[in-house]
């Protein structure tokens, strides 16, 4: 091979080279695109955890209703929301246990190992914001649209704990701030828990021996018409207190007067 030749061949071979690491210079110098996955979980669901927390707060706590068992509920956010067909499961990354919801969409969540270790989730069918939870205490044996104080108390600190309460409504902002805790929530006027008769109601009554007090409404979004407070915090009134309800009903249309008969004399 001629010189000139062979020095045009090297420096080609040169060049080639230089640019090739520049390249990888440049590839080097750039930042990789990354991608973030979030969290696939849906905020309605719920942490298996933190409600097996508020069941065993239950049990410590069950001087405030003891009579009563524990249940957990399922309740519409909206009046046109369907409740029917509701399929709750607990599931964890192994682990896959159903739930039965009975025709009041309440439910008693079983207690699975597993799933406690694999941090499992309460899941429900059900789109983030149709639907909130609550702990759901009964005492047998109360008169007709009745509920009772303690059991309200009671209801308060299991649904705390167990976190079925979210804070990412602007309803609940205030669990944003100090009142966290059950304690926090549930001893205080400032908690401002929320509770939810059977159906809508016209007025609510707290009845203690000859004491008794209306209760106020909730001036929110979430089950206007079945939404109101209750005292919990106020250790003035005992746990035996009755809640009172006056239900919403259609007033029906008047009776025709009967016509008037003369007495036969």
Not at 137 to 162: F, H, K, N, Q, Y
Not at 243 to 261: I, K, L, N, R, T
Request: proline fraction near 9%; include cysteine.
């Amino acid at each position: 091979m001629r010189p000139l030749a062979c020095c045009l061949l090297l420096a080609c071979a040169f060049a080639a080279v230089t640019t090739a690491a520049k390249a990888q210079d440049t590839r080097a110098d750039t930042p990789v695109a990354t991608v973030n996955v979030t969290s696939t979980r849906d905020p309605v669901d719920k942490s298996y955890r933190k409600m097996i927390r508020g069941m065993e707060r239950f049990e410590r706590e069950h001087r405030f209703a003891p009579a009563a068992n524990l249940r957990f509920q399922l309740l519409p956010r909206t009046p046109d929301v369907k409740m029917t067909g509701i399929t709750l499961r607990v599931a964890g990354d192994t682990v896959s246990v159903p739930v039965p919801v009975a025709p009041d969409n309440s439910f008693v969540l079983p207690r699975n190992e597993q799933a406690l270790r694999e941090d499992a989730a309460v899941l429900a069918n059900r789109k983030t914001t149709s639907m909130t939870w609550r702990a759901l205490i009964r005492t047998p044996g109360l008169p007709p649209d009745t509920r009772r104080l303690g059991d309200l108390r009671l209801e308060c600190r299991v649904g705390v704990e167990a976190g079925l309460v979210s804070n990412s409504s602007p309803l609940f902002g205030w669990l944003s701030d100090a009142l966290t805790t059950p304690e926090g929530v549930c001893n205080s006027p400032q908690g401002n828990y929320l509770f939810f008769a059977d159906r809508p109601i016209f007025a609510v009554r707290l009845r203690a021996g000859e004491r008794s007090e209306v209760l106020p409404f909730c001036d929110c979004q979430v089950l206007l018409d079945r939404t109101y407070y209750a005292p919990i915090w106020d250790t003035s009134w005992p746990d035996d207190t009755l809640v009172e309800f006056e239900y919403m009903v259609d007033a029906a249309p008047p009776a025709a007067a009967a016509p008037a008969v003369e007495e036969s004399r």
